[in-house]
């Protein structure tokens, strides 16, 4: 079957972020921020309704909406842009020389911009106000730590799957972030656009302003922390047992048929 058009290509190929140009780069971004918020607001507030006061349930709720949604939406735009959908990602790449700063950039903005439109969005779905600012309190010490730690374990999770493990990534990335929902004080959040985002739902997933620098600081410092040590940790000593390796796990991901 041919097409009449210039833009033929093959829909079964595989394919990567080298692939795409910028601006479709930034609309995925864009596009996977923006839905990451609506579900993390949008199942927060169906939880809290549905729970009838029991935050337990509620946040319960919330995580596995969030684990889940994440998943899909890494497999929707992790061949376009490699779905970041976090600032803190998206440096840790720029540090590593894998992506350029003006890329970043232009990520950077795309994220946050999403992360906006995600919340009004789900304000929308649940007829709520648009415009809103949070009351919630997530001020304090342990909190903030808390989020250094899951910001941490959240750029371990994706080097060392990136590294060993591509495949797995959405899936590995998912369920961290489900777990972390739960073994973190701060339930989380592991994302300066998310954070932003929330700022402005005053829902059950929202964070008042000014707790957001303190968040925003320790999600910074555990990524660049995560990528420093890393980095040396995922070096191999020996390259050539090193590709040995990777030759293996290949063969065990894609068995010759």
């Not at 609309?27 to 729970?51: H, N, R, W």
């Amino acid at each position: 079957m041919t097409s009449n058009t210039t833009d033929d290509f093959d829909a079964t190929a595989p394919v990567s972020p080298e692939q795409f140009d910028l601006a479709r780069k930034a609309v995925a971004e864009f596009l996977g921020t923006a839905l990451l918020l609506a579900i993390v607001v949008g199942s927060g507030i169906m939880g809290d309704v549905m729970a009838g006061g029991a935050d337990g349930l509620a946040l319960l709720a919330n995580t596995l909406a969030t684990g889940a949604g994440l998943m899909v939406l890494i497999l929707i735009f992790g061949p376009i842009s490699g779905a970041h959908f976090n600032p803190a990602v998206t440096l840790v790449f720029a540090v590593r020389g894998d992506l350029p700063w003006k890329s970043a950039g232009v990520f950077l903005l795309a994220q946050l911009a999403g992360g906006m439109a995600g919340v009004w969005a789900a304000h929308l779905m649940f007829d709520m106000p648009v415009l809103q600012v949070s009351l919630t309190d997530r001020t304090g010490p342990s909190l903030i730590f808390s989020e250094g730690i899951a910001t941490f374990g959240l750029i371990a999770t994706i080097l060392g799957c990136v590294r060993f493990r591509p495949d797995a990534t959405p899936f590995a990335v998912g369920l961290y972030i489900t777990a972390a929902y739960w073994f973190t004080a701060s339930t989380s959040f592991a994302n300066p656009a998310v954070t932003l985002a929330r700022a402005f739902s005053d829902t059950f997933a929202g964070i008042a302003p000014a707790a957001v620098p303190g968040f925003v600081l320790a999600q910074i410092f555990g990524a660049l922390l995560a990528v420093t040590l890393f980095d040396w940790l995922l070096r191999v000593k020996n390259p050539c047992c090193a590709s040995l390796y990777t030759r293996r796990q290949t063969r065990e991901l894609h068995p010759a048929e």
